[in-house]
């Protein structure tokens, strides 16, 4: 070929149909480090984070009531904290998949990491990651799944005796065609359903459920967020023992207002978030 071109080679074009290869496969990367690092050299940039690490807000419920956005997964990892939590959180790979996009120069490839996470009392996420390195989406996974925490309502099949065990009431979720549908079951019964199903429930701390899922279910990705789509509705329905008058309490940023400013003001800090 370089004979007939004079010499020269191809360059930077795209060259002969067929011969463009796959791409690399990326390294693997670095371990996906500590949490309690994190902690200890964790600067809050936002007004939530700093009412967090100054101890002003004991509780992550607190946080749900007033419905509050997270935006830094270090907030997470002070209510979970492994010393300090009877329920630490735990993290799963549930799958990695290459993915690829067409350029010029060939394919790149890129890795895909889904992470369930939860601590088994009524808490659970869900974080997709897409990079180069393995260990980079795994890590950017975990993260993105403690920012979508959330809480799980849990409940009983029939007499509301020990603690709750199953859904409180019959949920579905979509995501792409798969539908899934979670269905209260008697104490005992354990989670009936797919090995996907399992994993995530048992993320969430519900031990007795009945599903039923159809459509392309082989496809883990759009499974995984069906359930999660689920599981984030048992707090969406107003059941009759929710229908008592509820006191509205200040806000955090309306409580801890004077403390913000005066924070804000030591550290020289211009707009906070």
Known sequence: MEENRGGFSRGFGRGVRGTRGRGGRGARGRGRG???D?????????KLGRLVKEGKIVSIEEIYLHSL???EYQIIDYFFQ???CSHPLKDDVVKIMPVQKQTRAGQRTRFKAFVAIGDGNGHCGLGVKCAKEVATAIRGAIISAKLSLIPVRRGYWGNKIGDPHT???KVSGKCGSVRIRLVPAPRGTQIVGAPTTKKMLNFAGIKDCFS???GKTKTKGNFLRAIFNALSKTYGYLTPDLWKVTNFDKSPYEEWSDFLETYQNLKG???TV
């Open 34 to 36: 500590s949490a309690e």
């Open 38 to 46: 994190d902690l200890k050299n964790w600067v809050p940039v936002t």
């Open 69 to 71: 956005p997270i935006k």
């Open 82 to 84: 492994p010393n300090e």
């Open 167 to 169: 859904v409180p009431m």
């Open 212 to 214: 039923s899922s159809c």
């Open 269 to 271: 800090i211009k707009g």
